[in-house]
């Protein structure tokens, strides 16, 4: 598994378990990379995964948020 694999599963986790709640904003990427020892780039993909997975949604220049679980893709693990 890829370290934006692991990163992605991770973040999805903390959305699964309601560690992040519909609407909260996911911290930035520099504070997400230096929290994780990881790259912006690899966070920059995960959350780019999270969101194709409806988990997130993304707007620049703006934090992402997680979105409600009606949103997420029937996919996306964790889904109610």
Do not use: H, Y
């Not at 912006?40 to 194709?52: D, K, P, S, W, Y």
Request: proline fraction near 8%; hydrophobic fraction near 45%; avoid cysteine.
């Amino acid at each position: 598994r890829t370290v934006r694999e692991q990163i992605t599963d991770r973040l999805a986790g903390m959305i699964r378990g309601r560690l992040l709640r519909p609407g909260d904003a996911l911290p930035g990427e520099r504070e997400l990379a230096a929290q994780l020892a990881v790259s912006r780039e690899t966070v920059r993909g995960a959350i780019q995964a999270l969101a194709a997975l409806g988990l997130v949604e993304v707007a620049q220049g703006a934090r992402s948020r997680v979105n409600p679980a009606a949103r997420w893709a029937p996919t996306a693990p964790g889904k109610p």
